[in-house]
């Protein structure tokens, strides 16, 4: 209850504050459970995608350092994020999210793991936990403002779906799949932002 209080009072908030956004492809999102990840370039997309994919609830994988206080870990919690150690995740580290999966619930991770626009390095996490969790991933790419600034400017916001990549059974071995599924992740995300580049050109 209170994550849809929050997504709803935010939404509004930053639709006074920049403007309304724009979703592409919703039609592409199936029926939970499934992983959704996305590039990450700012902390605005995590909202965005989060309002994007409404009615679905987003249970996001994020960096433990921000469970540290009682507020925030109560914060957090609430706002249906769970804590990951990144410099040393561990088998443990799966272990929630395939629980959630197996609950019927949307998993949300950054496969980069880090905000940045170039030179993503896209890590196996995702890919091992849609695997394990024997879901398909639902890609999706955000372009809009990255700065409280730009969000002023009202700078156009989009979120772009792709379609979502099942993890049918494959005869090779484990390490393979995901190095495959992860190859097509990224080329994904790439060509989602071609896509929207093409349409803000129109």
Known sequence: MFYTFARNFVQVIL????????????DKIPEAPF??????????????????IKPLQIHYMAKQELFKTKPLNWLMRHL??????RE??????IKLPIRLLKD???VGIFPSGTRKSAGLHLKRGAVTV??????????AVYDGPKTVGELFKRKKVIIRFGDPIP???????QKELLEIKSEEVLKTFERLQAEIDETKRK
Not at 38 to 44: A, L, P, V
Not at 130 to 139: D, E, F, Q, T
């Open 15 to 26: 639709t006074i504050i920049g403007g309304r956004f724009k979703v592409q492809n919703k």
């Open 35 to 52: 992983v959704v990840v996305s590039t990450h370039t700012s902390w605005m997309e995590i909202l965005y995608l989060g309002f994007a």
């Open 80 to 85: 249906n994020a769970f804590p990951v150690n």
């Open 88 to 93: 040393n995740p561990g088998p443990s580290a």
């Open 104 to 106: 019927g619930k949307v």
């Open 130 to 139: 849609a695997l394990k969790g024997k879901v398909p991933i639902l890609p």
């Open 167 to 173: 993890f049918n059974d494959m005869d090779i071995d």
